[in-house]
């Protein structure tokens, strides 16, 4: 239980490294298309609701492992 509780916080801390790094490269590339054409204004609003619903799962279900972990330990 202990080696599962390590592999998914080390799951996390990488996901917490490797998904701004991604979105980041997601950003200028489409920036990189709008500046192409001159008549169309750049999107705006930030990063859609799809593209968090991964992290955001991993870190609940990382919470859940760590709390289980902790209230079976008591």
Not at 6 to 27: E, K, R, S
């Amino acid at each position: 239980m202990k080696r599962l509780l390590y592999l998914a916080m080390a799951a996390l801390v990488a996901m917490l490294i490797l998904v701004p790094t991604a979105m980041a490269q997601d950003v200028t590339t489409q920036v990189k298309q709008e500046m192409t054409v001159e008549k169309d204004l750049p999107k705006s609003g930030g990063v859609g609701p799809g593209t968090l619903v991964l992290p955001a799962g991993a870190l609940l279900l990382g919470a859940g492992v760590l709390g289980y972990a902790v209230l079976r330990r008591r």
